[in-house]
DNA sequence: TCGGGAAATGGTAACCGGTGTCATTCAAAT
DNA sequence: ATTTGAATGACACCGGTTACCATTTCCCGA
């Protein structure tokens, strides 16, 4: 692959290959261990012996060998992103946010989607994270919420963080999303404009969210004297298809209902189709609210009101986390849930 | 972290570390470097001893430690996913596509966005790749269409495929997405609904597909005696906003369009909130067209026309060229672009 | 000024878990 | 008997880290 070298360059020809700590050590007149010392930023360093290694590894461009840092270490200097949502959006602003939190740490961002309902799901994840030897990993939903998952990480030794609407687990284990208030901005939004006859469509009852974002719909909307009628509380899948199906069916019913509040931005767009099959104008006779603030929810006709999660500022909280950095200077209500008013939302129509 | 093991253990207790390639060699009674035989599939090793060795692999569960593996092999078992691509459709299914071109073959996935206007763009993946020792990387548009980033990977001795538009490298270097094929199949659809005002949205400059996706398209509609008019041919960026004011300028000339096709389903839909707000029906009084066939294609409404490409597929093609697996079974076609008619297209409205 | 002990610093060797090179063994072919 | 080539093993090495020990430096009291 590489060309011979010439006899002559002799072995202290350091040029054409990629230097080593031994390079560094020879050039720096110390022993391979001081320099380890400074790469680990050992306090036992004198600051004269760092500065001449420093400069040594400056001149040269050095940089430690991952691979062998990490054999030796017992450890991969990787940490992995385990999901199983669909939602491309979510994905990416999440791999956006660990990327973020991992810019000049030495740290590389591994992908691993899996799926959940695969009978050999737990024993791939175990066998990922072991064989790789991961640093440590960050699960999202609805992964995040299986706790034989995270008692895998656990008995593996591998470092963990689960990204979840609530906690359900030790604190340092845990970024919460707290997907209940949003379902509370909702509900707050909603009834503000007037509205009384209020739907809900939820995700599938395997993610927590479905839950948290409902619950908290449903506990603000008491608080102002409303109520989320059994019939008017239904289950769809967090897809577009469950969206247009689900919506038909409320709109169908009656009376109907003037406001519907869907558990994500797919299947608000589905009520909205929904809705159009239906003769009805948003928001004039239906109100629509979303939930994520993906890009969809600005590109849909009328754009959406939506809840807004901070799904990348999340990816790095998590991230910072996991490995130990974690920067608390920043506002905490940038990690929370909070409300976009766009077109689809309105007072109810008048009654005839 | 590990408890201490009782010295009665032993040296031979296997049970509570995980085996390595000494174990495995100790109970096959053969040496190590044997075991890395097999384990890398090398001929030279007796069908009989081979057997005794996988014996006791399977029995072990032993999976070989990629980072020692790739220390001594002198390159990480890792595949980078370099790409610059701010659509995060594009990114996911592309990231399925390697991931399931990857599976099985002990290689992970490793993420790499960048930013292709940044002054130490270049550097900064040279460092990445070098850093970490990669074993190939998937360059996708539009970094895939700068030379330097491919000579980077040479000199490195990198391994790299390019996903583009055309032939920019040796053919093992590339992967095709022929977008001027798609452009083409536009045309012929616009034109057999038997429009003639017809308008093209591009992509930014900097990105190749713009290009080729214009000139099929502008090629085709040559070929059935129609004509590209130079006004209307406009520049966007790839972006729902670069959508909706090159659609509201292409609205507002006079005679006006009565097709557009964007060369994105983000400018589309850009083009479609533009006509709305011109008060014009689509498909009635405006045909749409996008490209890619994303998500966003079929939330719309009306529901959009456009010409699919087979990310994901194009992604497991790109990863085992690299790993060079290519299995040339598929269906060639599966893998060029083809056309989606869905509501967005209809025959021109009749002139008055 | 000097001895003594702790703290700071550096060196050596072993090790992490594999692979490459080259020598050696052994059976079949010439 | 010699050649040949498949099958296997011995040993160094990839580039770091840790364990452990040796040495130096510094501060203190005598």
New binding site residues.
């Given amino acids: 692959m590489s060309k011979p070298r010439a006899p002559e360059d002799g072995p202290a020809d350091v040029s054409r290959r990629?230097p080593?700590?031994n390079d560094i050590a020879r050039l720096a007149g110390?022993?391979?261990?001081?320099v380890?010392?400074v790469?680990?930023a050992s306090p036992?360093?004198?600051a004269e012996?760092r500065e001449r290694i420093e400069a040594v590894i400056a001149e040269l461009g050095y940089a430690?060998?991952p691979q062998?840092?990490g054999?030796?270490?017992?450890r991969a200097f990787l940490i992995g992103l385990v999901y199983d949502n669909p939602n491309p959006q979510y994905v990416v602003n999440m791999q956006l946010g660990l990327l973020d939190g991992m810019k000049g740490s030495g740290f590389e961002l591994v992908v691993h989607p899996c799926d959940r309902s695969s009978p050999t799901f737990l024993e791939d994840l175990r066998s990922f994270v072991e064989r790789q030897r991961l640093f440590g990993v960050v699960l999202t939903p609805s992964v995040s919420e299986d706790e034989r998952a995270a008692t895998i990480m656990a008995e593996i030794g591998c470092a963990y963080v689960r990204v979840a609407s609530v906690s359900l687990d030790q604190p340092e284990h845990m970024i919460e999303t707290r997907d209940r208030l949003g379902g509370r901005e909702a509900a707050a939004h909603l009834a503000e404009l007037g509205h009384t006859r209020i739907a809900f469509v939820s995700g599938p009852r395997s993610f927590r969210s479905s839950h948290e974002r409902r619950s908290g719909f449903e506990e603000a909307l008491e608080e102002r004297g409303l109520h989320l009628a059994k019939a008017f509380a239904v289950e769809g899948a967090y897809t577009y298809e469950s969206g247009i199906e689900r919506g038909r069916e409320l709109l169908a019913m009656s009376p109907a209902p003037t406001a519907i509040f869907a558990g994500n931005d797919e299947m608000a767009a589905g009520v909205l189709q929904a809705a159009r099959q239906a003769g009805l104008r948003v928001p004039e006779d239906l109100s629509v609210v979303g939930f994520d603030d993906f890009q969809i929810a600005s590109r849909l006709w009328p754009t959406l009101t939506t809840v807004r999660t901070p799904t990348r500022e999340i990816g790095r909280l998590a991230v910072e986390r996991l490995m130990g950095r974690e920067d608390d200077g920043r506002d905490p209500k940038s990690r929370l849930p909070s409300l976009v008013v766009r077109e689809s939302t309105a007072p109810p129509p008048c009654r005839d």
């Fill in positions: 990629r080593n700590i110390v022993s391979k261990k001081t380890s010392r790469i680990n036992f360093v004198r012996t430690p060998d062998a840092r054999l030796a270490y017992g």
